[in-house]
Nanobody, 127 residues
Framework: QVQLVESGGGLVQAGGSLRLSCAASGRTISGYAMGWFRQAPGKERDFVATITWHGGTTYYADSVKGRFTISRDDAKNTVYLQMNTLKPEDTAVYYC????????????????????WGQGTQVTVSS
């Protein structure tokens, strides 16, 4: 069992930055790909970014490419999402998750590919 807790959300003006953290407990995240998703009010949960288990490959949704950076520190059992040049359309609850499978080279972008989820952290970007 892996418990995930997101933090770092808040209210920021357009053009600003936030750094989200996802702290894991219960088990190590080593071996898992990690992902970030977001869900705006009245919308489905959308893929944002993912990082492979070894950290060598990252992949982003087109809407955040060039602005967001995902990283991981397995020694701290934590995953991060650095968000720069934020836009009002980035407003959502952000969730982190572990992949359903371990030690895979596959890039996972679907919510069904993930198993353990955090409770989310709210990010609000004002115009």
């Amino acid at each position: 069992q892996v418990q995930l807790v997101e933090s770092g959300g808040g209210l920021v003006q357009a053009g600003g930055s936030l750094r989200l953290s996802c702290a894991a407990s219960g088990r190590t995240i080593s071996g898992y790909a990690m992902g970030w998703f977001r869900q705006a009010p009245g919308k489905e949960r959308d893929f944002v970014a993912t990082i492979t288990w070894h950290g060598g490959t990252t992949y982003y949704a087109d809407s955040v490419k060039g602005r967001f950076t995902i990283s991981r520190d397995d020694a701290k059992n934590t995953v991060y999402l650095q968000m720069n040049t934020l836009k009002p359309e980035d407003t959502a609850v952000y969730y982190c998750a572990t992949s359903r499978w371990t030690y895979s080279r596959t890039i996972y972008t679907e919510a069904n590919d993930y198993y353990y989820w955090g409770q989310g952290t709210q990010v609000t970007v004002s115009s």
